[in-house]
């Protein structure tokens, strides 16, 4: 979840959340250009709408999130690395145009196939 906690909601023109996986690879989870208004902000309370809530990534490369608002003057953007855990959450915070935006990761760990639960001896074979 990405959410301002601090300060003026800072994608009154419009912004973008994207996650950097893989070295370049990014999947935008937010792209807005409409100005959201102060009512919106009341009901979404702090919380950027998010077009989805998952992603993969390798366990190795961890994720990048990047938060970008846009204003008269272009866009100003700030980015949070979090390595990858095989569970749990992560939080940290960046800050757009002086506000402060907490990014909240939840971690779960996906089972490619049952032969590599088996060789970490997870289950047991019938």
Same mark, same amino acid.
């Given at each position: 979840?990405?959410?301002?906690?601090?300060? $003026?909601?800072?994608?009154?023109?419009?912004?973008?959340?994207?996650?950097?996986?893989?070295?370049?690879?990014?999947?935008?989870?937010?792209?807005?250009?409409? /100005?959201?208004?102060?009512?919106?902000?009341?009901?979404?309370?702090?919380?950027?709408?998010? &077009?989805?809530?998952?992603?993969?990534?390798?366990?190795? /490369?961890?994720?990048?999130?990047?938060?970008?608002?846009?204003?008269?003057?272009?866009?100003?953007?700030?980015?949070?690395?979090?390595?990858? /855990?095989?569970?749990?959450? &992560?939080?940290?915070?960046?800050?757009?145009?002086?506000? $402060?935006? $907490?990014?909240?990761?939840?971690? &779960?760990?996906?089972?490619?196939? /049952?032969?590599?639960?088996?060789? $970490?001896?997870?289950?047991?074979?019938?």
């Amino acid at each position: 979840s990405v959410r301002v906690v601090g300060g $003026e909601f800072p994608f009154s023109s419009g912004g973008q959340v994207a996650c950097i996986v893989s070295g370049r690879e990014r999947v935008v989870l937010f792209d807005s250009t409409e /100005k959201i208004t102060r009512e919106d902000e009341v009901v979404l309370d702090g919380y950027v709408p998010l &077009s989805r809530n998952a992603i993969s990534v390798e366990f190795e /490369k961890g994720v990048t999130v990047e938060v970008t608002a846009y204003v008269d003057s272009g866009s100003i953007a700030d980015r949070v690395h979090f390595p990858s /855990k095989w569970c749990n959450i &992560s939080q940290d915070r960046c800050f757009i145009c002086g506000s $402060e935006v $907490e990014i909240t990761v939840a971690w &779960s760990r996906v089972v490619r196939d /049952k032969m590599e639960m088996l060789l $970490e001896g997870y289950a047991t074979q019938v």
